[in-house]
């Protein structure tokens, strides 16, 4: 095999494979972190028109030591029904857009290492929570007119 025959093969082959693997880990991390079960139970209601958009936003899903940290990849938005969370696509391409309608979820302030942060828990596990940054939680519960709940004192 010539030179350039070499570093076509090379370059065809990283361009098959990266993307296979790309996607694989992706959906395990999805499924093992718990997004895939989310969508199941919070599946999205797109009619819900967006009253204010957070982009590029971070969350750790699950445990708080053992759990997926989505950092700078979430998108938050405030419906007047609830609040649509999403994945951007290149970290999620089959994670589908979840809908937490208001009386689905409570919020509860929670120290994360050295950064005050708050929980939205939805149910009695350790897993059935995402931990979000205080800063934006307080634009949440501004945004919905205190629907979210306040970050210092839960909801």
Not at 14 to 42: D, H, S, Y
Not at 50 to 69: C, D, E, M
Not at 81 to 106: A, E, H, T, Y
């Amino acid at each position: 095999m010539s030179e350039g025959a070499t570093i076509a093969f090379v370059i065809l082959t990283f361009a098959v494979v990266f993307p296979v693997f790309w996607i694989v880990v992706t959906t395990m991390i999805a499924e093992l972190g718990g997004w895939n079960a989310l969508q199941r139970r919070f599946t999205d209601q797109p009619d819900a028109q967006s009253i204010a958009r957070f982009r590029w936003r971070t969350g750790q899903l699950g445990h708080p030591l053992f759990g997926v940290s989505y950092s700078g990849v979430l998108t938050f938005e405030v419906c007047e029904p609830g609040v649509r969370i999403r994945v951007m696509k290149l970290f999620g391409l089959f994670s589908r857009p979840i809908f937490l309608p208001w009386d689905s979820f409570r919020t509860e302030p929670y120290q994360w290492f050295i950064w005050s942060a708050c929980k939205i828990v939805w149910g009695p596990d350790k897993r059935d929570a995402l931990i979000i940054y205080r800063r934006l939680a307080e634009d949440l519960a501004v945004a919905s007119d205190g629907r979210f709940g306040s970050p210092e004192q839960g909801r």
